[in-house]
């Protein structure tokens, strides 16, 4: 985990160069964090991608198709099924 100090001041840097969409990995779990997400541990302006899944029983991981001003994040599974599908509007 990164530091609570240091990730308020990124979001604050993140916020303040309008940025609405962050990607990241290595969480071992497969979900967005909106901005106003209970899961939250930091105050931020954007949403959150985390796109890696891995446990004894599923291996899943994250396809993103961006659109125009929207990005269509996929979920997928080790059969490239998808499993769960999520629109983001207006976040590029």
């Known amino acids: 985990d990164i530091d609570r100090d240091i990730y308020t001041k990124w ?3 993140l916020a303040r160069i ?6 990241c990995g290595h ?7 909106e901005p106003s997400s209970e ?6 302006s954007y949403t959150a991608v985390f796109a890696s899944m891995h446990t004894e029983e599923e291996v899943w991981g994250g396809a993103i198709r961006l659109t ?3 990005a269509e994040v ?6 490239h099924e ?3 599908k ?4 207006n976040v590029l």
Do not use: P
């Open 74 to 79: 996929f979920f997928t599974d080790k059969n």
């Open 18 to 23: 309008n940025v609405k969409l962050m990607i």
């Open 82 to 84: 998808i499993r769960e």
């Open 11 to 13: 979001s604050e840097e």
């Open 68 to 70: 125009g001003k929207d």
């Open 39 to 44: 899961l939250s541990t930091v105050e931020h």
């Open 27 to 33: 969480m071992h779990k497969a979900y967005l964090l």
């Open 86 to 89: 999520h629109l983001l509007k």
